[in-house]
T-cell receptor, first 115, second 110 residues
Framework: GAGVSQSPSNKVTEKGKDVELRCDPI?????LYWYRQSLGQGLEFLIY????????KSGLPSDRFSAERTGGSVSTLTIQRTQQEDSAVYLC?????????????FGQGTRLTVV | SQQGEEDPQALSIQEGENATMNCSYK?????LQWYRQNSGRGLVHLIL?????REKHSGRLRVTLDTSKKSSSLLITASRAADTASYFC??????????FGAGTRLFVKA
């Protein structure tokens, strides 16, 4: 596709359930980021993938969070046993850059609400 | 902790006025970027300035960078109601992470 695509756009889940969020980056972009944004706040870095290198998982807030990137393209962010504090917009971005320093293109995000 | 910190947190101006937003950061950087976000969804890249540059222009946008003060400013000239959005600075300090600040919420009144 022409841009970064995220699905679903909105997700309401019950506390304790697992959720999967999907990101389709721009074709050919080797770098992929996941960020989280709580209401009215800045972006919180979660995880970074670059090609076949080991991902930088240093931003994942707990072991309930995990992410995969299959075939260097599509990525899935999984949150297990969701808690109310997980409610936020989850943003995915991709970039051509190998060093993480060039412009990132963002998807429209998934708004997660845990009730 | 956040690398970039914007101020003001919120800014309200009349259409036609200029809007200035500032960003301060803590460590040495390779480059600094400004992004815009409408309605709390995806961010759009506006401009990138490298650490060896002092000023950059793009249309009505002017960005300055002062590495000695570890600060940057974004100036939007002749603002329009459509410029209403949140504006974020993002710094890249090597490694892989681009770190975003908390943003400035700009409201331009028609």
């Amino acid at each position: 596709g022409a841009g970064v695509s995220q699905s679903p756009s909105n997700k309401v889940t019950e506390k304790g359930k697992d959720v999967e969020l999907r990101c389709d980056p721009i074709s050919g972009h080797t770098a992929l980021y996941w960020y989280r944004q709580s209401l009215g706040q800045g972006l919180e870095f979660l995880i970074y993938f670059q090609g076949n290198s080991a991902p930088d998982k240093s931003g994942l807030p707990s072991d309930r969070f995990s992410a995969e990137r299959t075939g260097g393209s599509v990525s899935t962010l999984t949150i297990q046993r969701t808690q109310q504090e997980d409610s936020a917009v989850y943003l995915c971005a991709s970039s051509l850059d190998r060093t993480g320093g060039l412009a990132a293109f963002f998807g429209q995000g998934t708004r997660l609400t845990v009730v | 902790s956040q690398q970039g910190e914007e101020d003001p947190q919120a800014l309200s101006i009349q259409e036609g006025e200029n809007a200035t937003m500032n960003c301060s950061y803590k460590t040495s950087i390779n480059n600094l970027q400004w992004y815009r976000q409408n309605s709390g969804r995806g961010l759009v890249h506006l401009i990138l300035i490298r650490s060896n540059e002092r000023e950059k222009h793009s249309g009505r946008l002017r960005v300055t960078l002062d590495t000695s003060k570890k600060s940057s400013s974004l100036l939007i000239t002749a603002s329009r109601a459509a410029d209403t959005a949140s504006y974020f600075c993002a710094t890249h300090a090597g490694g892989f992470k681009t770190i975003f600040g908390a943003g400035t919420r700009l409201f331009v009144k028609a």
